[in-house]
């Protein structure tokens, strides 16, 4: 745990270059975040000729007969790639394949930690969106999802779109997916906190990005009205009428969609524009503080909802946003009140479409995992509108509401009651951090150095 009292001494920006700090100091010395072990016994040599040759050769067959008995008899069934080629790494742009690793590791670490799922960190060098799909494609017989990560806008939805049109197994771009899932389900706490309705919400997404770009498909097929919607982007508000529109039609037709269906108003000009008379304000733009401006958020409507998600340093500091007459506020932090945070999302979606044997993802799918994250917290307040990594209850019940989603919408491999669905998630990951606990207690995992502490 932190230390409270040298937590409330810091500045955000010191708590900021800490973590930086001991991020560097701890990877230098364990070298990795994941490791890989057997989990079937090896009691003597005989018993390669079982997990080996000759006696693989029979399970092979099987497969080769029966291809989806891949999920039945080999650790297909619940193994994920998390695909990247490191062109838009967290907040610090086009690292490359290499530099992305210790994220996608640490990634692969909450994937099992929360979900019990088994993912394989896999950068790739490649030149261009198809070859990346070729690549994906290649791969698709070894595992049972892909989690798509850090790829730059917009060719990340290029690669999405094909991909789910091209695989029989879920593709989840979690910059977009991951992040419309965990927004829409705080900002439905959000207004139930404030007592108001997202069909009457005037929405403003600042950052016209992935996870914006997701987000505004999301909330509107929850119910917001598309014309309610303003998108914002490093040129101002977007509008129908807006000169470079021909320009969007042809690099980033996902956007030149929204472009054309939101703003009914027809508000143009600078972000201030955009907040006026706004009730909700989700950002996720270029790094503050300062990037969104306190009179800003004082102009927008009684109860505002401001979600500054930029990271590390979010648009405006949290106290700012509250000093200006935010109801509630929320960053991508875990050291400020609700954070809004992909890590609730995708470790149960995976889960419980590895548990379905799923064969892709939806918007339906998405809505199912959004209304649950949110329901899960049975009385939201303006400083709990999410879960916490924590609270790990979150994550069999999401992955039960993702499983038996996909088996209603026909999209699964295996079938079952949202009940049954549950019971397996619950004892899967509960039997994996117990596992986990063992390691730690017998020291097979070992200290952090220094005694252990976030010094």
């Known amino acids: 745990m932190l230390d409270q009292e040298k937590e409330g001494k810091e500045s955000e920006t010191q708590r900021t270059d800490r973590f930086k700090k001991l991020a560097l100091r701890y990877s230098r010395h364990f070298k990795g975040k994941i490791n890989t072990i057997p989990k079937v016994p090896i009691r003597e040599l005989n018993d390669f000729s079982i997990w080996y ?3 693989v050769a029979a399970v092979s067959l099987e497969i080769a007969r029966e291809r989806d008995l891949s999920f039945e008899l080999t650790g297909r069934w619940n193994s994920a790639a998390i695909l990247t080629d490191g062109t838009r790494v967290l907040g610090l742009g086009n690292v490359g394949p290499e530099a ?3 994220v996608m590791e640490g990634k692969a670490l909450i994937f099992n930690y929360l979900g019990a799922v088994n993912a394989i960190p896999i950068p790739v060098r490649v030149s261009d969106r198809d070859q990346f799909i070729s690549v994906a494609q290649s791969l698709e017989p070894s595992f049972g999802g892909f989690n798509l990560e850090d790829i730059e806008s917009p060719k990340c939805f290029y690669i999405q779109e094909k991909l789910q049109q091209s695989l029989t197994i879920p593709a989840w771009h979690d910059d977009q997916l991951g992040t419309a899932c965990i927004t829409l389900a705080g900002v439905i706490n959000s207004l139930r906190v404030v007592g108001k309705k997202i069909s009457d919400s005037r929405i403003v997404l600042m950052g016209s990005g992935a996870a914006n770009i997701a987000t505004a498909r999301l909330i509107i097929a929850a119910g917001a009205k598309a014309g309610n919607i303003l998108m914002v982007d490093s040129n101002g508000v977007i509008d129908s009428e807006r000169k470079d529109l021909d320009s969007m039609m042809i690099n980033n037709p996902w956007k030149y969609e929204l472009a054309l269906s939101t703003n009914s108003e027809r508000v143009k000009g600078e972000a201030v524009n955009a907040f006026r008379g706004s009730d909700v304000v989700l950002s996720a733009s270029r790094q503050g503080p300062g990037t969104i401006k306190e009179e800003w958020v004082s102009s927008m409507n009684r109860d505002a909802i401001v979600f500054a998600l930029a990271n590390p340093v979010p648009e ?7 000093d200006a007459g935010a109801a509630v506020v929320a ?11 992909n890590s609730l999302v995708f470790p149960g979606v995976f889960r419980g479409a590895l548990d379905a044997r799923a064969t892709g993802v939806s918007i339906d799918i998405m809505l199912a995992a959004s209304m649950q994250i949110a329901d899960f917290v049975r ?4 400083e709990k509108i999410v879960p916490t990594m924590e609270e790990w209850e979150l994550y069999p019940s999401v992955a039960s509401a993702v499983a038996s989603r996909a088996s209603e919408l026909g999209m699964a491999r295996k079938h079952g009651s949202r009940e049954s669905f549950y019971k397996s998630a619950h004892e899967l990951i509960e039997e994996n951090r117990n596992m986990y606990r063992r390691m730690l207690e017998e020291k097979y995992i070992k200290n952090l ?3 252990g502490e976030n010094e």
Do not use: V
């Open 100 to 102: 992305a690793m210790a």
């Open 331 to 341: 960053t991508g932090r875990s050291d400020f009140p609700n954070q809004i945070n």
């Open 316 to 322: 405006i500091w949290p106290r700012q946003a509250t």
């Open 53 to 55: 040759t000759p006696g």
């Open 379 to 382: 009385e939201p307040g303006p």
């Open 449 to 451: 150095p220094g005694g």
